[in-house]
């Protein structure tokens, strides 16, 4: 069992940036793979982008892709989600959470979700 936490999210003007973290503790990190998800209000939670356990491979939904970077850094528990550009319709909650089944862009793959954090863009 995984217990994950972010934080970093916050409020920004259009076409500026945020990193977010997801501290991990409680397992072995590194033998998960790890995504990123968000949910705006009155939407359902989308995948956003997705790292696998040694931090090589990366996957983004496409609206995303050129503009926020997944990272991890399996030494310190963490994972990051650097965010350039950002734009009014990422506006949402941003969730970390561990797979059990691999990279992936399915929300049923991942058994283990932070609590989410904020982050608000400003027009």
């Known amino acids: 069992q995984v217990q994950l936490v972010e934080s970093g999210g916050g409020l920004v003007q259009a076409g500026g940036s945020l990193r977010l973290s997801c501290a991990a503790s409680?397992?072995?990190?590194?033998?998960?793979?790890m995504g990123w998800f968000r949910q705006a209000p009155g939407k359902e939670r989308e995948f956003v982008a997705t790292?696998?356990?040694?931090?090589?491979?990366?996957y983004y939904t496409d609206s995303v892709k050129g503009r926020f970077t997944i990272s991890r850094d399996n030494a310190k528990n963490t994972m990051y989600l650097r965010m350039n550009s950002l734009k009014p319709e990422d506006t949402a909650i941003y969730y970390c959470?561990?797979?059990?089944?691999?990279?992936?862009?399915?929300?049923?793959?991942?058994?283990?979700w932070g609590q989410g954090t904020q982050v608000t863009v400003s027009s």
């Open positions: 790292i696998n356990m040694s931090g090589d491979y990366t």
């Open positions: 959470a561990a797979s059990v089944r691999g990279v992936s862009a399915l929300t049923y793959d991942y058994r283990y």
């Open positions: 409680g397992s072995t990190f590194s033998s998960y793979a």
